[in-house]
C-alpha cells in the first residue's frame, strides 16, 4: 500500500510522470496537487484501468494538507521551466520560494516519505528542503534525494550513439550501458565518469573515442538540457524524457523499500554528513554537503553513497574541481535562502 503524491502534477512533467505512477504496480493511491487543474488531471487518470485511486488538490480548502497526509512517497516538479538565454540558477528567485512552502507541508503532514526534489535549480532546491526539514526537526537525510536520473539517461543515449557512429555495423542498446554521472545538476556540475562506463570490456571507450569526441560527449551530456530548451523554443524545457527518468528514480526507490530489493543502484544529490556509509568519505573528499553520487537503496532509502571519487582518472579530476566551485555557490544560496526565511517556520 504505496501512496505517492505528485506536486505540480499538472505540469509538462507532472502529467506525464502522474501517467507513469498511475501504471505503477507499487501504488494504490495516488493524489495530484498543483495551483491550476488538478482535479482535472486527476478526472482523466483515474478512467485507466489500474489498482491505484487518484484525487487531485488545489491549495484552497486544506488541499496540500489532504494531498500529503499518508504519503510514503512525494515527487516535486513544481515550478517555473527555463525559457532560451536561462540558467537554471535564473529560476531560483520563484522555485525557492515554491518548493519552500511544499516542504513545510512534507514536515507537517507526511515527515517520514521519502521526498524526491526535481524542480531547478536541483543543486539549490535539495539544501532547501533538506534546512527546512531540519528546522522541523523531522529530517532523515536517507529519504530526501535531488533526481539527477536525467542526467544519467542522457548519458546512456548520447553515449550509445556517439559508439555507434564510430564503430561500423555495430548497434548499442543505450539500456546497457552505464555511465556514472556525479556532482550536481547544471552545465559543469554535471560529471560524467566515462572511465568508469561499463561494460568496460565491450564499450572500450578510451581506445574507441579520440581525446576530441570525449569531451564533446562530456559536454553534450553536461548541456543536454540546453539542448531540449531551444528545441523548444519558448515552450519550456525537458519534460517527456524528465518524466521517464523520474519513474525511473521514483520505482527505483520503491522496488528497495516497498518491494525489498537490496542491490538497487541509482545516481542521486543527496546530503552527504548524513550518510555514515560512504557519504561522509565524499563529504570529506570533495568538501562540500551536497553531491551527486551513485546511491544504494535499502529499505529506509539511501543505504550507501558508492564512493567513486578514487577510482577516476585525472581529467575527470579536474571536472570535479570544477563541478565543486559551481555546487559550492549553489548550496550556500540555497542553506542561506532558508536561514532568512526561518522566522516563517
Ligand atoms: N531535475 C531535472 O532533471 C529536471 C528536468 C526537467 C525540468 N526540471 C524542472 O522541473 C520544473 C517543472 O518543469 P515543467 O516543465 O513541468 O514546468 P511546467 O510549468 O510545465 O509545470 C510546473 C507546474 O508546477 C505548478 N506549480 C507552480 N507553483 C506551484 C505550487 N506552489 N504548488 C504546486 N504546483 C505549482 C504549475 O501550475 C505547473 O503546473 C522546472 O523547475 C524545471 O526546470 C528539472
Ligand atoms: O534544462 C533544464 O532547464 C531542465 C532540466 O534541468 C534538464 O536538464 O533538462
Do not use: W
Amino acid at each position: 500500500m504505496v501512496k505517492a503524491v505528485v506536486c505540480g502534477a499538472s505540469g509538462g512533467i507532472g502529467q506525464p510522470l502522474s501517467l507513469f505512477l498511475k501504471a505503477s504496480p507499487y501504488v494504490t493511491e495516488l493524489a495530484l496537487y498543483d495551483v491550476v487543474n488538478a482535479p482535472g488531471v486527476a478526472a482523466d487518470l483515474s478512467h485507466i484501468c489500474t489498482g491505484a485511486k487518484v484525487s487531485g488538490y488545489s491549495p484552497k480548502d486544506d488541499g496540500l494538507k489532504l494531498a500529503l497526509t499518508n504519503a510514503q512517497l512525494v515527487v516535486i516538479p513544481a515550478g517555473i521551466p527555463r525559457k532560451p538565454g536561462m540558467t537554471r540558477d535564473d529560476l531560483f528567485k520563484i522555485n525557492a520560494g515554491i518548493v519552500y512552502d511544499l516542504i513545510n507541508g512534507v514536515a507537517q503532514f507526511c515527515p517520514k516519505a521519502f521526498v524526491l526534489v526535481i524542480s531547478n535549480p536541483v543543486n539549490s532546491m535539495v539544501p532547501i528542503a533538506c534546512e527546512v526539514l531540519k528546522r522541523h526537526k523531522v529530517f532523515d537525510p536517507a529519504r530526501v534525494f535531488g533526481v539527477t536520473t536525467l542526467d544519467t539517461v542522457r548519458a546512456q543515449t548520447f553515449t550509445a550513439s556517439l559508439l555507434e557512429s564510430t564503430a561500423s555495423n555495430s548497434k548499442f542498446d543505450p539500456s546497457q550501458i552505464a555511465v556514472p554521472v556525479v556532482g550536481g545538476h547544471s552545465g559543469d556540475t554535471i560529471v560524467p565518469l566515462l572511465s568508469l562506463a561499463q561494460p568496460a570490456q565491450d564499450l572500450q571507450l578510451s581506445s574507441t573515442i579520440s581525446h576530441q569526441q570525449r569531451s564533446d560527449l562530456i559536454h553534450r551530456i553536461q548541456f543536454g538540457g540546453d539542448e531540449v530548451v531551444q528545441a523548444k523554443d519558448g515552450m519550456g524545457s525537458a519534460t517527456l524524457s524528465m518524466a521517464y527518468a523520474g519513474y525511473r528514480f521514483a520505482e527505483a526507490v520503491l522496488r528497495a523499500t516497498v518491494g525489498g530489493e537490496s542491490s538497487i543502484v541509482e545516481a542521486s544529490y543527496v546530503y552527504l554528513p548524513g550518510i555514515p556509509k560512504g557519504g561522509v568519505a565524499v563529504r570529506d573528499r570533495v568538501g562540500l554537503d551536497y553531491f551527486a553520487m551513485p546511491i544504494r537503496l535499502g529499505p529506509h532509502g539511501v543505504e550507501e553513497v558508492v564512493n567513486l571519487l578514487d577510482k577516476i582518472d585525472e581529467y575527470e579530476v579536474g571536472l570535479i574541481n570544477i563541478a565543486q566551485k559551481g555546487l559550492k555557490t549553489s548550496i550556500e544560496k540555497g542553506v542561506s535562502f532558508v536561514t532568512d526565511h526561518n522566522a516563517k517556520i
